[in-house]
T-cell receptor, first 116, second 114 residues
């Protein structure tokens, strides 16, 4: 089954304790992206990657890091989490543009992070 | 001003009603428009995809784009309780799309009552 898999689904952590949220896709997609979803603010892009070793900042990158060493994996790293990073996080992927344009992403099921 | 505005609702309708969900956007460079459906505790799933102006129909769902007024709509005919979800509009331009960027509305929560 074609899918984007995130782990963990739920995570409660304390301020300052480094954590990593993993993301893996099995569709051989070039593009991957991380979004956070907050009430009243919708989905906001944190980081994106156009291919292996190619990453760039989205709209809200502060406090986050990413890496893209393999095509299928795109982990999100919080070096020193703070309470304002409490949110619902989504990883997403899509193929590069071929033929008719389609910029729609396939999303994972989400990771609900609470930082206390 | 947000680039994409969407009324968060909630919107509650009886089963069988026609539902109209709407978004407005500010950037005339946006050319690609999407509607996502998000069930509780799930990730968004792509429902409809349209390019430029016009209508696109898929079963009970119709997506409509009016670029002159910067207005995008999703119509659901014969709504069902299984349509209860949050609906998010999203858009991008050619340039932004090639960098993987999508801009989302806040989402509208829809409840269809039996």
């Amino acid at each position: 089954e074609a899918q984007v898999t995130q782990n963990p689904r739920y995570l409660i952590t304390v301020t300052g304790k480094k954590l990593t949220v993993t993301c893996s896709q099995n569709m051989n997609h070039e593009y991957m992206s991380w979004y956070r979803q907050d009430p009243g603010l919708g989905l906001r892009q944190i980081y994106y990657s156009m291919n292996v070793e190619v990453t760039d900042k989205g709209d809200v990158p502060e406090g986050y890091k990413v890496s893209r060493k393999e095509k299928r994996n795109f982990p999100l790293i919080l070096e020193s989490p703070s309470p304002n990073q409490t949110s619902l996080y989504f990883c997403a992927s899509r193929a590069s543009r071929t033929g008719a344009p389609n910029y729609g992403y396939t999303f994972g099921s989400g990771t609900r992070l609470t930082v206390v | 001003q947000k680039e994409v505005e969407q009324d968060p609702g909630p919107l509650s309708v009886p089963e069988g009603a026609i539902v109209s969900l709407n978004c407005t956007y500010s950037n005339s460079a946006f050319q690609y428009f999407m509607w996502y459906r998000q069930y509780s505790r799930k990730g968004p799933e792509l429902l409809m995809y349209t390019y430029s102006s016009g209508n696109k129909e898929d079963g009970r769902f119709t997506a409509q784009v009016d670029k002159s007024s910067k207005y995008i709509s999703l119509f659901i005919r014969d709504s069902q309780p299984s349509d209860s979800a949050t609906y998010l509009c999203a858009t991008t331009s050619l340039r932004a799309g090639n960098t993987g960027k999508l801009i989302f509305g806040q989402g509208t929560t829809l409840q269809v009552k039996p």
